[in-house]
T-cell receptor, first 110, second 115 residues
Framework: QQQVKQSPQSLIVQKGGISIINCAYE??????FPWYQQFPGKGPALLIA?????SEKKEGRFTISFNKSAKQFSLHIMDSQPGDSATYFC?????????FGTGTRLKVLA | GAVVSQHPSRVICKSGTSVKIECRSL??????MFWYRQFPKQSLMLMAT?????????EQGVEKDKFLINHASLTLSTLTVTSAHPEDSSFYIC???????????FGEGSWLTVV
């Protein structure tokens, strides 16, 4: 009930391509779904977040797609750049206690 | 903005000693702060939730006597690793909540190496 499953574990994308990372949750009480970007040796930085009352949210090159019935949400990075190479974590929460996914290591090739 | 600062960013201590890590919210007041531990190439593991003016709430399996957490003000929480051992070596990250919408912001993390 408290797990957030994230896939893939690692992802390699060509520069300019689309990176897609998926997450699935079980607890229907979750109502806030953020994505964090983490560079090696640094703390995670909030990238974008969504609530279940919308199916999509876009901020620049980053888009969250949310499917409430399937209990899934995904991060799309358009026009991926080498500077996007990092680890991405999805999370879900109904309080301040976040449940994090296992992370996806993204590498964008120049 | 919402800036959370940790200090020190890196610390090396001898086995058996104690080390303190500070977490500060620089431009907002945080009634709730969180401490995480992260092993290489792994996800974040919540250790405890720190509430200003009250005792921290520890996650199952986290030794509260070993990882002392104090949230003395609305902008400062500290994590003290007592009687540190090499297995305590890890990346420790704090986060703080800014508003009532569940958004939390992370510090830069602190690398602890126990030798």
């Amino acid at each position: 009930q408290q797990q957030v499953k994230q896939s893939p574990q690692s992802l390699i994308v060509q520069k300019g391509g689309i990176s897609i990372i998926n997450c699935a949750y079980e607890n229907t009480a979750f109502d806030y779904f953020p994505w964090y970007q983490q560079f090696p040796g640094k703390g995670p930085a909030l990238l974008i977040a969504i609530r279940p009352d919308v199916s999509e949210k876009k901020e620049g090159r980053f888009t969250i797609s949310f499917n409430k019935s399937a209990k899934q949400f995904s991060l799309h990075i358009m026009d991926s750049q080498p500077g996007d190479s990092a680890t991405y974590f999805c999370a879900a929460t109904g309080t301040y206690k976040y449940i994090f996914g296992t992370g996806t290591r993204l590498k964008v090739l120049a | 903005g919402a800036v959370v600062s940790q200090h020190p960013s890196r610390v090396i201590c001898k086995s058996g000693t104690s080390v303190k890590i500070e977490c500060r919210s620089l431009d907002f007041q945080a009634t709730t702060m969180f401490w995480y531990r992260q092993f290489p190439k792994q996800s974040l593991m919540l250790m405890a939730t720190s509430n200003e003016g009250s005792k921290a709430t520890y996650e199952q399996g986290v030794e509260k006597d070993k990882f002392l957490i104090n949230h003395a003000s609305l902008t400062l929480s500290t994590l003290t690793v007592t009687s540190a051992h090499p297995e305590d070596s890890s990346f420790y990250i704090c986060s703080a909540s800014k508003d009532s919408g569940y958004t939390i912001y992370f510090g830069e993390g602190s690398w602890l190496t126990v030798v």
